[in-house]
């Protein structure tokens, strides 16, 4: 569902005259920081997610699928009638559009409320209680050939964490995210970066102000971290 959106994102990108190749896209649903990373940042909820959009979307997936299906051929017809095959064209785009919106969404909500489960032990354990609810969800994914990202942190507001969730095994090549330890609280230059390999079903958790960076992948395949 992951690649499905990035690739509509991209297309729609395209059909509006940008390079995702040479120039950075500053957009709320896609935002990449600089073109030689190849490395995409897509919202996939923009306000946290409610809980019961997982089990409502499960229920309308298959639903909601046949809708845009059907949708999507009447537009065509309609549109091959009146003689417009770019007419068509933009009604088939915008329908497989919403249909891997649609289904992206159900499969983050999803993916949100099983790792929110897996988080909020360790975060209260920590000692971050004033973390109550989940900002945005959405995927970070490194394209093949993209180069390291430089040191940085997400924002300058206290209490916030990153959860990644590698939606493909993440190793030393294919562009683990590197951290700074300690570097929320101070800023040494001496300290060693640690670059976690994980797993599907691991659960990274980061405070934001914590410098890190993404690294290059230098794998012929993409990889995508919720």
């Given at each position: 569902?992951?690649?499905?959106?990035?690739?509509?994102?991209?297309?729609?990108?395209?059909?509006?005259?940008?390079?995702?190749?040479?120039?950075?896209?500053?957009?709320?649903?896609?935002?990449?920081?600089?073109?030689?990373?190849?490395?995409?940042?897509?919202?996939?909820?923009?306000?946290?997610?409610d809980r019961a959009l997982a089990a409502d979307?499960?229920?309308?997936?298959?639903?909601?699928?046949?809708?845009?299906?059907?949708?999507?051929?009447?537009?065509?017809?309609?549109?091959?009638?009146?003689?417009?095959?770019?007419?068509?064209?933009?009604?088939?785009?915008?329908?497989?559009?919403?249909?891997?919106?649609?289904?992206?969404?159900?499969?983050?909500?999803?993916?949100?409320?099983?790792?929110?489960?897996?988080?909020?032990?360790?975060?209260?354990?920590?000692?971050?209680?004033?973390?109550?609810?989940?900002?945005?969800?959405?995927?970070?994914?490194?394209?093949?050939?993209?180069?390291?990202?430089?040191?940085?942190?997400?924002?300058?507001?206290?209490?916030?964490?990153?959860?990644?969730?590698?939606?493909?095994?993440?190793?030393?090549?294919?562009?683990?995210?590197?951290?700074?330890?300690?570097?929320?609280?101070?800023?040494?230059?001496?300290?060693?970066?640690?670059?976690?390999?994980?797993?599907?079903?691991?659960?990274?958790?980061?405070?934001?102000l914590l410098l890190h960076r993404g690294r290059?992948?230098?794998?012929?395949?993409?990889?995508?971290?919720?």
């Amino acid at each position: 569902a992951a690649e499905a959106r990035l690739a509509c994102l991209l297309a729609r990108a395209r059909g509006k005259g940008k390079d995702p190749s040479r120039e950075p896209m500053r957009w709320a649903d896609l935002w990449s920081q600089n073109a030689s990373q190849r490395r995409f940042d897509m919202r996939i909820l923009r306000h946290g997610y409610d809980r019961a959009l997982a089990a409502d979307h499960a229920a309308a997936d298959s639903a909601a699928d046949r809708a845009a299906a059907d949708s999507a051929a009447g537009s065509a017809i309609d549109s091959s009638a009146a003689g417009s095959a770019a007419d068509s064209s933009a009604a088939d785009s915008a329908a497989d559009g919403n249909a891997a919106g649609a289904a992206c969404e159900a499969s983050f909500a999803r993916l949100a409320g099983a790792a929110e489960a897996v988080a909020r032990p360790v975060l209260d354990a920590a000692g971050l209680r004033c973390i109550r609810e989940v900002d945005s969800v959405g995927c970070v994914t490194a394209l093949p050939g993209g180069r390291h990202q430089p040191w940085h942190f997400d924002g300058g507001e206290a209490g916030l964490v990153n959860a990644f969730i590698p939606l493909v095994p993440v190793t030393r090549h294919n562009g683990a995210t590197e951290l700074r330890p300690g570097s929320h609280r101070f800023n040494d230059p001496r300290t060693v970066p640690v670059a976690p390999e994980l797993a599907v079903g691991d659960v990274l958790l980061f405070d934001w102000l914590l410098l890190h960076r993404g690294r290059g992948n230098a794998t012929p395949s993409s990889r995508p971290v919720a």
